[in-house]
């Protein structure tokens, strides 16, 4: 009787561990699936009949199935923003997700921003939020106008970039003509 008692002892041991296994591999979690897949896609974002930015992809996933919606581009995309007096700036990056409830871009991997002034911001993840026309990132950038290379731990600026700021400053170069 105890040799059974100890033989289903150590039987219920070994499956409760297979199944904790099971749950730390993820095997038992969710399957997040897109609602829709599109390719080659070229968007446009409006605000009170005014276009704010256009946005091109070679692949963009609908996930506004889930309870935070969102909408992913794992190739890449190409952003461009445009201000009141029409003046635009590009955005690259590796990959990005727009939030639906938030309105916000969130730009992954190689993030290139050249102004409409021809100044270049250069980090690994940068936020625009269309609502409120801002980037901003607390990553390490690089930003380059036309007299200075300014390296810091952050960035924040408006859509226009007339309030364009470094931050945390690590070191700045003039660049000489």
């Known amino acids: 009787m105890k040799k059974l008692a100890l033989l ?25 699936f897109p609602l829709s897949t599109a390719e080659n896609i070229k968007t446009k974002y409006t605000d009170s009949g005014y276009l704010k930015s256009v946005l091109s992809s070679s692949k963009m996933m609908n996930y506004s199935n889930q309870p935070f919606p969102f909408y992913e581009f794992p190739e890449g995309i190409n952003l461009t923003l445009l201000d009141k007096d029409k003046d635009s700036s590009k955005v690259f990056s590796n990959t990005a997700k727009i939030y639906n409830d938030t309105d916000i871009i969130d730009l992954r991997g190689n993030v290139v921003l050249i102004t409409a002034d021809s100044d270049s911001l250069f980090t690994e993840q940068l936020y625009y939020d269309q609502k409120r026309e801002w980037l901003f990132t607390d990553f390490l950038v690089k930003f380059r106008t036309k007299n200075y290379i300014t390296n810091g731990n952050g960035f924040d600026a408006n859509q226009n970039f007339t309030n364009a700021q470094v931050l945390e400053v690590s070191g700045r170069i003039k660049i000489r003509d």
Request: hydrophobic share 50%; charged share 20%; aromatic share 8%.
């Open 8 to 32: 289903l002892l150590v039987f219920a041991f070994v499956l409760s561990c297979e199944r904790r296994l099971s749950i730390i591999q993820g095997d038992s979690l969710p399957k997040v």
